[in-house]
């Protein structure tokens, strides 16, 4: 962030608090001893660990929340134009930014290493800034997670660097500036915005003109969407193709997370970490939150918790769990996220339940939206079409199911990016 715009700022206020993106920049801020106040629609992990630190925290969006010595005022991209706080700052004259405004003030006066692509952001930000901070490159980190290590989703570092998860929800990462650009892949996703992966391409083509002529982009040059989100681009930057780089040992299962590794093991020599060195450092990347995180046992019933909320994602997590509990029950709870992304993506989703044994789909968690009636958690148990799945509105049920149902030869994993992890945390307890 500008450096004298952020000295002048004794109290920021944070909308959308409880984001995951917008924890970390409110944590920022606690960190460097200014007065922090924020609001969400309900409370959860990242919001309690800001409370904790000394954050005022308002639940439900009232324009009462905001105070006239209030010097900046962040809020999530998922928040409306017509939300009560906003307007009571427009009318207060408090400066404004969204979260991503607020990424590309810190952005162009740092180095910024840029983690984008439709799957795998936050693990590879996460391995890659656990590698550098290891490396002691003393890197500041925004992350869509928490880093294991380190159990935190902002790291304040010293140094030139700056690593960020880049969205491209809304085109939120088009306020980067980045000097290396990591690409993962480009899927269908966020269509609720985009409509059609055209118009995805086309937004990552505007990310990758933004890599100065003498930046890096790391990518898979001939996957296909990428492929021609280059083109879009006529970007003449250096290219460098992960796909290529040696194959590596991971403690962490699955095959996309190999693919992860590599494209950070491409930064770690651009920025002269030796190979070996950084071979050594990414053996040792344990994961990070919500990503195959093992949760605990109950009764000998292995508990997992995995954030995937897209198709291929779902596929990728149970194909890596399967590989990884050849001869294991595995049980599966599914929340949808997004009635918009559960209706367009229904025939994809009902393709992603192979390798399990036991389906339970509770119910579609909204998060920005408002249902509209046109879609149910029941459409996808029916596209399914099988009798081992399920439909279980109550988490309460769900865990009287599981503690019914589950045994030692059982692994249990909950997936969705809502609040779905709580059902492993229940059946623990």
Not at 42 to 60: D, M, P, Q, V, Y
Not at 141 to 157: A, T
Not at 254 to 277: C, F, H, P, R, T
């Amino acid at each position: 962030m500008n450096q004298e715009l952020f000295k002048q700022i004794k109290k920021a206020h944070f909308i959308g608090i409880g984001g995951i993106g917008v924890s970390a920049l409110a944590r920022m801020m606690l960190l460097n001893k200014k007065k922090v106040t924020g609001s969400d629609i309900s409370s959860g992990h990242a919001l309690e660990r800001i409370k904790k630190l000394g954050a005022k925290i308002f639940i439900g969006h009232k324009k009462t929340n905001l105070a006239k010595d209030i010097d900046i005022i962040i809020y999530s991209p998922a928040i409306e134009k017509n939300n009560p706080e906003l307007i009571q700052a427009k009318k207060l004259s408090i400066p404004i930014y969204s979260y991503p405004e607020a990424l590309g003030l810190i952005s162009k006066n740092k180095y910024t290493i840029a983690v984008s692509g439709t799957h795998g952001k936050t693990t590879t930000t996460s391995m890659l800034a656990e590698l550098m901070i290891s490396a002691k490159k003393n890197p500041t980190v925004i992350v869509g997670g928490f880093l294991r290590k380190q159990k935190d989703n902002f790291i304040s570092g010293n140094s030139k660097y700056f690593i960020v998860e880049a969205c491209e929800y809304k085109k939120s990462f088009l306020n980067l500036f980045p000097d290396i650009l990591i690409i993962t892949n480009i899927d269908n996703d966020h269509l609720d915005y985009f409509k059609n992966i055209k118009n995805i391409q086309k937004a990552f083509a505007e990310l990758i003109k933004k890599v100065p002529q003498d930046g890096l982009i790391i990518c898979n040059p001939e996957g296909k969407n990428t492929k021609q989100a280059l083109k879009i681009s006529k970007t003449k930057v250096k290219i460098i193709d992960y796909t290529k780089e040696k194959e590596l040992k991971l403690k962490v299962p699955g095959s996309y997370n190999l693919q992860n590794a590599k494209a950070v093991l491409v930064v770690a020599k651009a920025i002269n970490i030796k190979e070996q060195k950084a071979l050594e450092l990414l053996k040792k990347y344990a994961g990070t939150w919500r990503r195959f995180e093992y949760k605990g046992a109950w009764r000998g019933a292995l508990i997992y918790d995995d954030y995937a909320h897209h198709p291929t994602e779902v596929k990728a997590i149970l194909k890596a769990m399967r590989e990884k509990f050849l001869n294991k029950k595995i049980i599966a709870v599914f929340q949808p996220h997004l009635y918009s992304r559960t209706k367009l993506l229904l025939n994809d989703f009902a393709k992603s339940f192979n390798c399990v044994d036991d389906i339970i789909i509770t119910d579609i968690y909204a998060a920005r939206e408002k249902d509209n009636k046109s879609i149910h958690a029941k459409d996808l148990v029916k596209a399914i079409k099988t009798d081992s799945v399920q439909y279980i509105s109550d988490f309460k049920d769900i865990v009287k199911y599981l503690r019914k149902n589950a045994n030692k030869d059982n692994i249990i994993i909950t997936i969705g990016a809502g609040d779905v992890y709580k059902i492993g945390e229940r059946l623990m307890r």
